[in-house]
Every structure is written in C-alpha cells, then in structure tokens.
C-alpha cells in the first residue's frame, strides 16, 4: 500500500509538471515567434524610411535645378509629398522599434521564467525521489523482516506436522467412515421362469422384490446416482434440437458422449426404454450459443466502428474536431456544442465527447486525450471558485485570451475598445464552460476574445480589486492629481516615494490569487 500510494503520488506530479513545462514552452515559443515578426517589420520600415529619404533628397535636387523655370509651385508640391511621405516612414520606424523592444523585453521575460519553472520542476522531482527512496527502504525492510519471521515458523510447523501424523494407523480413518455409516434396506429383484401364456401371447419375466440388508456404500452410491435419474427424468422427451446440440456439446467436453453416458446411467433401465437417445455429431466440439452470440456482436461492433469512422471523414469537420477520434455514439448523451440531448451522433474514441453531427463544423473543444471533465460554470462566480490548479493560480481564461491577444492581435487597432458579435461571444463563453483550456481560439476574431474576457470579469460576483479598497484607491489617486506645489506643502517634500510605497501596501492586502491576477493583466496591457 504505501509504494502503491508513493507511486500514483509521483505520477501525480509528473503529469502537473509535464503539463507546466508544456504551458511554459508554449509561452516561451509565442514570445520568440512575436519577437521575430517584430524584427522584421523593424527592418522592413528601415529600408522604407532610406528609400522615403532617398526620394526626398532627389526631390529637393530636381527643386533646385528647376528653379530658374516657369513651373516651381510642381517642384514644390513634389518636394512636400516626400518630405511627408519620410515623416510617415519615420513615425512607423519609431512605431516598429517600440513594438521590437517591448518583445524582446517579452522574450527575455519568459525565458527567466522558463528557468523559473524549471528549477522548480528539478526541486520537485529531487524532493520526491528522496521521499520514494525513503519509502522504498522501509518497505523493503519490512519485507525481509516477515520473510524471516515466516522463516522462522516454518520448522517449527514441520515439526508439529510430523508429531500429528506419527501416530496415525493405515486404514483407521476409512474404517472409522465404514462404522457410521448407517445400513439400509435394498429391494433386490430376482427372476423366475413363467410358461407360456395362451393365445399367443407372451407374458413378461416375473419378477420377485426381495428385501436384503447391504452395507451402506452401495446405498450411498444409489443417493448419489438419484439426483441425476430425477434430473434426467425432468429433461422433456422431444427436447428442442439446439438444447439437445449444447447438451451433447457440454457431455462431450467432459469426456464421453450422450450415448454412452445415457446408458451407464440408470435412467437406462427398460422402464425408462421409451426416451429417445441424443445422438453427438462425430466431427469435434461444437461451439455452444455463447461463443456465436460474442462473435457475431465483435463483427457488428467492428463493422459499425468501420462504418461510424466513414461517415466521419464525409462531414466537414472544424479544426478543433479534426482532433477528434470521432466514432459512432452507442447511448443517449448532451451535446457539448449545443447543449442538448441527443440520441445519434458522434463521440470521441479517446475523451468520449459527444457532438451532433452538424455541430462537427463548429466544434470548438480540442481533444485532450483524456476523459473530458464535467460542465463547471466559469461566469457570474466567485472569483475564488474558478477552477485552478492551485490556488495563487491566474484563472485559465485570463490567461487563454490574453495569450492568444499576445500571439496575434497586438497590432489591432481598437482592441478591447471595440465589440464583438453577440452570438459568438456567447458561444465562445459556452465553449469555455464545456471544454475548459481546451478551447480553439486561432480562428477567431480578437475582438471576440477581448469581449469573453470582459465578460468574465463583468460577471464576476467580487471584483478582482476588492470593494474595501476602493475609497483607498480613489483617495490615493486624487493624490496623485494634485499640482506638485501642493504634494510639497501637503508631506513636506518626501512625497514622490510615498505613493509607490502606498500602492505596494495596498496591493498587499489582495489575496494571491488577485494579486496574480491583477498583476498580469496590468502587463498584459502594458505590452
């Protein structure tokens, strides 16, 4: 039990660091991918601000050399489009230079948090192969101590065994069995000669019951015989022919055939003459009902998977249900997608999801290989009961949306400003409910993730920064308002550290969770 115990704890942790180390990478690699695209839009508006400046400077010589013209106001108008154009490049120049160091400051960032996480993962599994190892040698231990106190006992046993039977005499137990028997009266039938009858007539041998004693082994052996005459006597006379086949089947297994065995028993008797005899087919053992009905359920099962897996690759699948090893559904199930009740459908082979089959073109739960946890509502909660894997942890959704807004929506102008549609924040909220982290959100658009992460912490029963606080916040932000001739009068010089030491005080009052929270949103927005 205890190794038992140590050791689904140990796969516990190897699964929880598996997965932390995954999620780190995957970070680690979307920062490196964001600071590649950043530099070479950095070097794309670098060659176009040269070229702007190039055009610029040959607007100005062709101004210059056209000076003594008819037509200088076109020279002008010329040079002012390029001295325009070359302010244009140098503004997305100094755009493109932001973007390229808030990444690389990113990157940076995850890579220190990549050690991170993997100096913490070696701790773990140092901390737990010294504890296996402790628990190994115990249990060992252990072992060998009840192996030599088993050892221990067995000479002795044998030595009782051998005092027990020392004194036992060859034949008494059977002749103790013989005596207790009790003797019973058996009627033995005996034969005698009867002449011929007149009219042609035969008469049957007449046959005389005589009372006898016998011993009681005899009388013991007519017990034993009885249940089997009455069961076989119960047995009905034009018996169907598949039970005669698996009655005759059954005997033969057991080393003789129907025919042999109905007539060493006594339901053989000429009283008993009128049953017909089951006659055993003389080619091998048949195969009883059982095996038939197990083969014939194998090939139906093997030919519905064959046909369930058919009519999944003819149904335009999403990219989150390409994941899928969809199969025919076997019972009445909830669709994940719409959230109904559903007879026929599909479900996966591997997390057992169950869809409809038009709901495969907007599935939006990924396979995780695994069973797929239960429904847990993530909106209008409390912010302490969003599912976590510990609980300092940012919620799954926070991190899911602003990972994605990271990977692929940085540059979009109006994010977290502008809304998106309805119907498919809904849907997307839905999603998260069903499939967790599981959700597939590369094709959608970001306003539409931007509007679940409002959503999520609209809803929220408590907000992230706790009411208590408000009045403090407030009062420290009109503080930090006020003219600096003021600050001074008011805290007499000192007060430009004040505020920062003010904030980190109350930002200490929030539970780590929020702390967590807040703070990754704060640098989620930053970047």
């Given at each position: 039990?205890?190794?038992?115990?140590?050791?689904?704890?140990?796969?516990?942790?190897?699964?929880?660091?598996?997965?932390?180390?995954?999620?780190?990478?995957?970070?680690?690699?979307?920062?490196?991918?964001?600071?590649?695209?950043?530099?070479?839009?950095?070097l794309?508006?670098?060659?176009?601000?040269?070229?702007?400046?190039?055009?610029?400077?040959?607007?100005?010589?062709?101004?210059?050399?056209?000076?003594?013209?008819?037509?200088?106001?076109?020279?002008?108008?010329?040079?002012?489009?390029?001295?325009?154009?070359?302010?244009?490049?140098?503004?997305?120049?100094?755009?493109?230079?932001?973007?390229?160091?808030?990444?690389?400051?990113?990157?940076?960032?995850?890579?220190?948090?990549?050690?991170?996480?993997?100096?913490?993962?070696?701790?773990?599994?140092?901390?737990?192969?010294?504890?296996?190892?402790?628990?190994?040698?115990?249990?060992?231990?252990?072992?060998?101590?009840?192996?030599?106190?088993?050892?221990?006992?067995?000479?002795?046993?044998?030595?009782?065994?051998?005092?027990v039977?020392?004194?036992?005499?060859?034949?008494?137990?059977?002749?103790?069995?013989?005596?207790?028997?009790?003797?019973?009266?058996?009627?033995?039938?005996?034969?005698?000669?009867?002449?011929?009858?007149?009219?042609?007539?035969?008469?049957?041998?007449?046959?005389?019951?005589?009372?006898v004693?016998?011993?009681?082994?005899?009388?013991?052996?007519?017990?034993?015989?009885?249940p089997?005459?009455?069961?076989?006597r119960?047995?009905?006379?034009?018996?169907?022919?598949?039970?005669?086949?698996?009655?005759c089947?059954?005997?033969?297994?057991?080393?003789?055939?129907?025919?042999?065995?109905?007539?060493?028993?006594?339901s053989?008797?000429?009283?008993?003459?009128?049953?017909?005899?089951?006659?055993?087919?003389?080619?091998?053992?048949?195969?009883?009902?059982?095996?038939?009905?197990?083969?014939?359920?194998?090939?139906?099962?093997?030919?519905?998977?064959?046909?369930?897996q058919?009519?999944?690759?003819?149904?335009?699948?999403?990219?989150?249900?390409?994941?899928?090893?969809?199969?025919?559904?076997?019972?009445?199930?909830?669709?994940?997608?719409?959230?109904?009740?559903?007879?026929?459908?599909?479900?996966?082979?591997?997390?057992?999801?169950?869809?409809?089959?038009?709901?495969?073109?907007?599935?939006?739960?990924?396979?995780?290989?695994?069973?797929?946890?239960?429904?847990?509502?993530?909106?209008?909660?409390?912010?302490?009961?969003?599912?976590r894997?510990?609980?300092?942890?940012?919620?799954?959704?926070?991190?899911?949306?602003t990972?994605?807004?990271?990977?692929?929506?940085?540059?979009?102008?109006?994010?977290?400003?502008?809304?998106?549609?309805?119907?498919?924040?809904?849907?997307?909220?839905?999603?998260?409910?069903?499939?967790?982290?599981?959700?597939?959100?590369?094709?959608?658009?970001?306003?539409?993730?931007?509007?679940?992460?409002?959503?999520?912490?609209?809803?929220?029963?408590?907000?992230?920064?706790?009411?208590?606080?408000?009045?403090?916040?407030?009062?420290?932000?009109?503080?930090?308002?006020?003219?600096?001739?003021?600050?001074?009068?008011?805290?007499?010089?000192?007060?430009?550290?004040?505020p920062?030491?003010?904030?980190?005080?109350?930002?200490?009052?929030?539970?780590?969770?929020?702390?967590?929270?807040?703070?990754?949103?704060?640098?989620?927005?930053?970047?």
């Amino acid at each position: 039990q205890p190794l038992s115990a140590k050791k689904n704890e140990m796969e516990k942790w190897r699964k929880e660091f598996k997965d932390q180390w995954t999620k780190e990478q995957k970070r680690m690699n979307e920062s490196l991918s964001a600071l590649r695209k950043s530099r070479l839009q950095y070097l794309q508006r670098c060659e176009e601000l040269e070229k702007a400046k190039h055009l610029s400077a040959k607007a100005e010589e062709e101004l210059q050399s056209l000076a003594t013209t008819n037509h200088p106001s076109s020279a002008n108008k010329q040079l002012e489009k390029r001295r325009r154009s070359c302010e244009e490049a140098q503004a997305k120049l100094q755009e493109a230079e932001t973007w390229y160091r808030t990444c690389i400051s990113d990157a940076n960032f995850r890579r220190q948090e990549l050690e991170k996480v993997r100096a913490r993962i070696v701790s773990h599994i140092r901390k737990l192969i010294f504890q296996g190892d402790e628990v190994l040698t115990w249990v060992t231990l252990r072992m060998f101590k009840q192996r030599q106190a088993q050892a221990e006992q067995i000479p002795v046993g044998y030595q009782h065994l051998a005092e027990v039977c020392r004194p036992y005499k060859a034949g008494e137990k059977y002749l103790e069995f013989l005596q207790a028997l009790q003797k019973k009266d058996i009627e033995v039938e005996v034969f005698e000669f009867q002449p011929l009858a007149h009219g042609g007539q035969r008469s049957p041998p007449s046959r005389k019951k005589v009372l006898v004693h016998s011993s009681g082994a005899s009388s013991a052996a007519r017990d034993a015989s009885a249940p089997e005459e009455t069961t076989r006597r119960q047995l009905p006379a034009n018996g169907d022919q598949s039970a005669n086949r698996s009655l005759c089947s059954d005997t033969e297994s057991l080393g003789g055939s129907c025919e042999s065995r109905s007539l060493d028993s006594p339901s053989s008797s000429p009283g008993a003459s009128d049953r017909k005899l089951l006659k055993a087919p003389s080619t091998g053992t048949v195969s009883s009902w059982e095996d038939l009905e197990e083969r014939d359920s194998l090939q139906a099962l093997e030919s519905e998977n064959g046909t369930s897996q058919q009519q999944a690759k003819n149904i335009p699948l999403s990219s989150a249900a390409q994941t899928h090893r969809l199969r025919k559904l076997r019972g009445p199930s909830k669709c994940r997608e719409c959230d109904t009740f559903m007879v026929s459908g599909f479900e996966c082979e591997e997390c057992c999801l169950a869809c409809h089959k038009k709901c495969l073109e907007n599935l939006l739960i990924t396979c995780g290989h695994k069973k797929l946890p239960n429904r847990v509502p993530l909106f209008g909660i409390d912010f302490t009961q969003v599912p976590r894997d510990f609980p300092e942890e940012v919620p799954f959704v926070v991190v899911k949306c602003t990972s994605e807004i990271e990977a692929r929506a940085l540059g979009v102008q109006g994010i977290y400003r502008i809304s998106g549609s309805k119907a498919r924040v809904e849907k997307l909220c839905q999603a998260f409910e069903n499939g967790r982290n599981l959700v597939e959100l590369s094709e959608h658009s970001p306003h539409d993730i931007t509007g679940v992460l409002k959503h999520f912490l609209k809803e929220l029963s408590a907000p992230v920064l706790l009411s208590h606080l408000y009045d403090t916040l407030i009062a420290l932000a009109k503080d930090l308002q006020k003219p600096g001739e003021e600050k001074e009068k008011v805290d007499g010089g000192g007060f430009p550290s004040d505020p920062i030491q003010s904030m980190k005080d109350l930002l200490s009052k929030l539970p780590g969770s929020n702390y967590n929270t807040l703070r990754h949103l704060i640098a989620h927005l930053y970047r």
